[in-house]
């Protein structure tokens, strides 16, 4: 079996988060990079396929230079081979198109992203990049089986979970809940070092017309101050609740 695991580079969520250029454009100063996390769930998953079914693994990103640094840590987890799509990550549909490109070339059987980036959040790439292939897609998979040419596949669903059978080729979105956060893994010094010899390589973008555009960015109103009231004063919590508040 063939994968190929989507990688998106994305501020870490401790990161300050500012803007530049009246608040136009990320201001990526001071701002650590990381594996997506919803990503970083498929990638274990891909991993796991690979030690007991012998799959093998290829990592995707579509970026600049500045995104190689995760793809040689996605590279140090486990993963066989890297590819940069060398353009920038601007646009959903834009993404979807490199990443259909990609594995239309490289024949994948399954095709891992992530739900969505904790940076756009857009929850669009997958569905389009199944769409574009003309591959099965199962979003929100928080588990997935590959039996031969089928895979059986467990989604979340408004209220529950729904298991829904399928065929090769085969996209999912994952998220949480595909591997255990235990079974998340840091790269050691020898997958470190191993990655270094890796190939990655780059590849130049096709046209892709970008269909939408950031206008702005701004940040969420800053928290109200917080008033604390002794407990035994419910007199008073009643009052500022009522009066202040207006929740009651």
């Given at each position: 079996?063939?994968?190929?695991?989507?990688?998106?580079?994305v501020p870490d969520t401790t990161s300050k988060i500012n803007f530049t250029d009246g608040d136009t454009k990320f201001d990526t100063n001071g701002v650590q990079y990381v594996i997506n996390p919803n990503d970083e769930f498929g990638l274990t998953r891909a991993m796991w396929f690979k030690e007991k079914q012998g799959a093998s693994v290829d990592v995707v990103n579509v970026g600049g230079p500045e995104t190689e640094p995760t793809l040689r840590k996605a590279l140090a987890i486990g993963a066989d081979t890297a590819i940069r799509v060398n353009t920038p990550?601007?646009?959903?549909?834009?993404?979807?198109?490199?990443?259909?490109?990609?594995?239309?070339?490289?024949g994948y059987d399954l095709i891992i992203a992530g739900r969505?980036?904790?940076?756009?959040?857009?929850?669009?790439?997958?569905?389009?990049?199944?769409?574009?292939?003309?591959?099965?897609?199962?979003?929100?998979?928080?588990?997935?089986?590959?039996?031969?040419?089928?895979a059986k596949a467990?989604?979340?669903?408004?209220?529950?979970?729904?298991?829904?059978?399928t065929a090769l080729p085969l996209v999912i979105g994952g998220q949480k809940g595909l591997v255990e956060?235990?079974?998340?893994?840091i790269p050691n010094m020898r997958g470190i070092m191993?990655?270094?010899?890796?190939?990655l390589s780059v590849v130049e973008p096709t046209d892709?017309?970008?269909?939408t555009k950031?206008?702005?960015?701004?940040?969420?109103a800053p928290k109200g101050a917080v008033k604390l009231v002794d407990a035994d004063n419910l007199d008073e919590l009643v009052n500022l609740l009522h009066n202040e508040a207006k929740v009651i």
């Open positions: 079996m063939k994968i190929l695991v989507c990688i998106s580079h990550a601007t646009d959903g549909y834009a993404v979807a198109k490199q990443l259909a490109n990609v594995a239309n070339d490289g969505e980036s904790i940076d756009y959040n857009g929850a669009m790439v997958p569905g389009m990049l199944a769409s574009l292939i003309d591959a099965n897609f199962v979003a929100n998979c928080i588990s997935l089986e590959v039996d031969g040419t089928s467990v989604r979340e669903i408004d209220g529950g979970k729904e298991t829904v059978s956060e235990s079974d998340l893994r191993m990655a270094r010899k890796k190939p892709a017309k970008a269909e950031a206008v702005s960015f701004e940040k969420p």
